[in-house]
Nanobody, 131 residues
Framework: QVQLVESGGGSVQAGESMRLSCAPS????????MAWFRQAPGKEREGVAA???????????YYADSVKGRFTISQDKAKNTMFLQMNSLKPEDTAVYYC?????????????????????WGKGTTVTISS
């Protein structure tokens, strides 16, 4: 059974930083696309960043325009954990953040445009940014 567990959410002030973690278990693919999505109250879920991991190849990362230059997605393969480093946070970054995964690496460049593209989801972690 695949499980994704997010952690690291909380409350900070605008301009500060926060790092989210996602620990997957039960996912046996060696190549995959893992992504972060977020959903603010009253809004649709939107993609934030994705990382395309291909066995024996380098990783590729993709970002929504709204976070480009501020957020960094990465993975510690030894710890089997994905991270989202969020810098220069803004009140509009306030949302529940979810990690998600699918195995169709060729779709990864566009996966953050469609939440329906993901196969497995975590339960989310809440991020609150105050002004």
């Amino acid at each position: 059974q695949v499980q994704l567990v997010e952690s690291g959410g909380g409350s900070v002030q605008a301009g500060e930083s926060m790092r989210l973690s996602c620990a997957p278990s039960g996912y046996t693919y060696s190549s995959y696309c893992m992504a972060w999505f977020r959903q603010a109250p009253g809004k649709e879920r939107e993609g934030v960043a994705a990382i395309r991991v291909v066995h024996s190849d380098g990783d590729n990362t993709y970002y929504a325009d709204s976070v480009k230059g501020r957020f960094t997605i990465s993975q510690d393969k030894a710890k089997n954990t994905m991270f989202l480093q969020m810098n220069s946070l803004k009140p509009e970054d306030t949302a529940v953040y979810y990690c998600a995964v699918h195995s169709r690496t060729y779709e990864c460049p566009v996966s953050i445009r469609d939440a329906g593209d993901m196969d497995y989801w975590g339960k989310g972690t809440t991020v609150t940014i105050s002004s």
